[in-house]
C-alpha cells in the first residue's frame, strides 16, 4: 500500500503522527481513517507556515487578544497549522535568539503572550482539528480548538464531552493546562481529570525543538510531562499540539464509551435581588447561605453534585445581585434539587427574589429564567457561553483577580466585599465578583495526582471589572485591588492556602500576586496558584526546559532558582 506523504491536505500529518507513519498496520489504517473522516478541515489544504510581519495589512489583528490593555509589537507572528511547523517556529526562534510565545484562544487575561519583549508569536488558532485516534483509543483535540467547537463536534458525532469551561471562545490550548474548570465539574471532575496524553513541542539543552508525546500511563518515561500540564499552566514547558482525551477506566474503542456523556437536558434558572432592597444584614445572609450550601454540598459523592451555580456580586451600579443556576434534570430529584437550593440560598432574605433583568459580568440579561426552564444540554452551553456582548468587544479593557474557597465566608469578607461593592469611586455594572461552585467530583482527586491541587475547596471566586477607555485604567485597577487586598487584609491581601481559603486560579493570572506591595503575606505567588506541587513542577522544568526557551512573568522557575 502506498504511503501518502504530507501537503496532500491537512488529515495526513495527523494520521501519521498517530499511526507512526505506517498505514499499512490494519488498526492504524483504521486510526487513520476515523480520524481524517471527522476532522472538521478534511478536503481543505494544508495553508501554513504563514508569516506576518508589521508591514502587512493583516499584522493589527494579529497582535491582540481580549484584553486590549496589551497589544504586542513582535516582529513576526507565525501562524502554523501542524506539528511539524510548530517544531519548525521554535527551532527558527531559538536559533535566531528570539523571545517567543503562543496564542491559541487569546483569552490570556495578562500580557503572557503580548509582553513588550515577546519577539516572535506563535499562533496556533488555526491548528484546530477534533477527531478520534484509535491507535491511542483516545480522542485528539488540537490545542487552538476552541472550547464550543470541541463541545459541538464530541456531543453531535458522540454524545460525549469533556468538563471544560463556559466561555466560547476560549482555546484549549490555554485552557486545559491551567486545570480547566467548568459547569460539569461537580459531577464530572476537571477537564485534566479526563486527559490522557499531551503532545508538546519542546526544546532541549543543546536548542534542538522537537515533539514529545507524553502520556498518563505509570511506564510512560515522559509521565511527568504529562502531570505538569495537569494544571501547571500555559507557556510553562513547551509549545502544546494536541490532548487526547479518554477517561480513567474507560474502555471500548469509540469516543462514545471514552469520554463523559452529559445531562441529556439541564435546568436552568436566573433569579436576581435589587441591590436598592438589600440591607448590609441580607447581603452577608445571602453570600454566607451560598458558602455554606457549597461547603456542606462539596464532598465528591454528594447527591446535590448534578448542580452547578454562580452567585454575581455585582457593584451597586448594576443595580442587581444574580445567581445562575444548572441541574442535570435526569438526576433524582432534579427539580427538588432545584427548589430546596434556591431555598437554602433564600432562608432569611425578606426581599423578593426576581428576574435578572441586567448584563452581569459575561452573562446577558436572562429574565425568560426567573422560572426554571428545562433545556438541551448543547443549546443551554451555547446560550451560557455566547450571550455575552463583553466577549466580542474590540475595545474592552479588564483586570481579574481570583480565590479559592474552603470554608464559608468570613464576617471580614463579607464586610470588606458590601463596602467595596458599594464604593462610590466607580459607576460601573460590570465591576463583580463572582462566586462559583467547585467541589463535588472535583475533590475525588488527590491534589498530588495532578498538577491542579486545590482539591479541597467548596467555592471559587473571580473577581471582574471591564471599560473601554484606557484614561479609565487607574481607577479601575484602584478599585479592583483595594477590593481584594482589603478583603483578605488578614492574610496579607491574598487568599493564602488555610483552613478557610485555598489559594489562586492559575488561569485568571494576576501578576500582582508577585508584588510585594500587593501580596504581603509570607506565601509567594506560585504557592497560590500550586501548593504544594510547586517543587515538582520545578523539576519538569529543569528536565524539560532547560534553556528556559517559554517563559513569562509567572512562569514556572526551574529548580534552584
Not at 435526569?330 to 433564600?346: F, K, V
Request: net charge negative.
Amino acid at each position: 500500500m502506498t504511503q501518502i506523504e504530507p501537503g496532500s491536505g491537512p488529515q495526513i500529518p495527523y494520521a501519521r503522527a498517530a499511526n507512526g507513519g505506517n498505514a499499512d498496520d490494519a488498526e492504524s489504517l483504521t486510526g487513520w481513517i476515523e480520524a481524517a473522516g471527522t476532522f472538521a478541515g478534511v478536503g481543505n489544504p494544508a495553508f501554513g507556515p504563514v508569516t506576518v510581519t508589521p508591514a502587512q495589512q493583516q499584522y493589527p489583528d494579529l497582535v491582540r487578544g481580549l484584553n486590549q490593555r496589551y497589544i504586542g509589537h513582535p516582529e513576526e507572528v507565525r501562524l502554523v497549522d501542524s506539528t511539524e511547523q510548530v517544531v519548525r517556529a521554535v527551532q527558527d526562534a531559538v536559533h535566531a535568539g528570539k523571545r517567543l510565545s503562543v496564542r491559541s484562544g487569546g483569552h490570556c487575561l495578562e500580557d503572557f503572550v503580548y509582553h513588550p519583549d515577546v519577539q516572535v508569536v506563535i499562533d496556533v488558532s488555526r491548528l484546530n482539528g477534533v477527531y478520534y485516534d484509535a491507535v491511542r483509543r483516545a480522542v485528539a483535540v488540537e490545542s487552538g480548538a476552541t472550547l464550543y467547537s470541541v463541545y459541538e463536534r464530541l456531543y453531535k458525532v458522540w454524545g460525549v464531552t469533556i468538563p471544560a469551561g463556559i466561555c466560547y471562545s476560549v482555546g484549549v490550548g490555554g485552557h486545559v493546562t491551567g486545570g480547566g474548570w467548568g459547569m460539569l465539574c461537580r459531577q464530572f471532575g476537571l477537564v485534566v481529570d479526563h486527559l490522557y496524553a499531551v503532545e508538546v513541542v519542546v526544546v532541549d539543552a543543546a536548542g534542538r525543538a522537537r515533539s514529545v508525546v507524553a502520556t498518563r500511563e505509570p511506564d510512560d518515561p515522559n509521565r511527568e510531562l504529562w502531570w505538569a500540564h495537569t494544571g501547571g499552566g500555559g507557556g510553562n514547558f513547551g509549545v502544546v499540539t494536541r490532548f487526547w482525551f479518554r477517561s480513567p477506566g474507560a474502555t471500548g474503542r469509540t469516543p462514545a464509551a471514552l469520554l463523559p456523556k452529559p445531562p441529556k437536558t439541564v435546568l436552568l434558572s436566573g433569579i436576581a435581588w435589587p441591590w436598592n432592597e438589600l440591607s448590609r444584614e441580607e447581603f452577608a445572609k445571602l453570600i454566607k447561605n451560598y458558602g455554606a450550601w457549597h461547603v456542606a454540598n462539596s464532598a465528591p459523592e454528594n447527591p446535590n453534585r448534578a448542580l452547578c451555580s454562580t452567585m454575581l456580586l455585582n457593584h451597586v451600579s448594576n443595580g442587581q445581585i444574580g445567581l445562575v443556576t444548572q441541574v442535570d434534570a435526569s438526576a433524582p430529584n432534579a427539580e427538588g434539587i432545584l427548589r430546596d437550593y434556591l431555598t437554602a440560598i433564600n432562608a432569611g432574605i425578606q426581599v423578593e427574589h426576581g428576574a435578572i433583568t441586567t448584563d452581569m459580568g459575561e452573562h446577558t440579561a436572562m429574565p425568560q429564567f426567573a422560572t426554571p426552564r428545562e433545556l438541551p444540554w448543547l443549546e443551554a452551553t451555547r446560550y451560557l457561553g455566547t450571550a455575552s456582548s463583553f466577549l466580542n468587544d474590540p475595545t474592552l479593557r479588564a483586570d481579574y483577580k481570583s480565590s479559592y474557597m474552603r470554608d464559608n465566608f468570613t464576617d471580614g469578607h463579607v464586610a470588606a466585599l458590601y463596602e467595596h461593592l458599594n464604593s462610590p469611586d466607580i459607576n460601573n455594572p460590570s465591576a463583580s465578583v463572582t462566586v462559583s461552585s467547585f467541589g463535588g467530583q472535583v475533590n475525588a482527586v488527590p491534589e498530588n495526582a495532578t498538577a491542579s491541587a486545590h482539591r479541597d475547596s467548596a467555592f471559587k471566586l473571580l473577581w471582574q471589572v471591564m471599560w473601554t477607555d484606557p484614561a479609565d485604567d487607574a481607577k479601575y485597577l484602584g478599585w479592583i485591588r483595594k477590593s481584594y487586598h482589603k478583603t483578605y487584609a488578614d492574610t496579607g491581601g491574598v487568599p493564602v492556602p488555610n483552613a478557610v481559603t485555598g489559594g489562586c486560579y492559575v488561569n485568571y493570572p494576576d501578576d500582582d500576586l508577585g508584588d510585594p506591595v500587593f501580596n504581603r503575606s509570607t506565601v509567594p505567588w506560585h504557592d497560590l496558584y500550586y501548593k504544594g506541587n510547586y517543587p515538582r513542577l520545578q523539576r519538569i522544568k529543569r528536565e524539560w526546559d532547560p534553556r528556559g526557551v517559554f517563559r513569562h512573568s509567572q512562569s514556572i522557575r526551574p529548580a534552584g532558582e
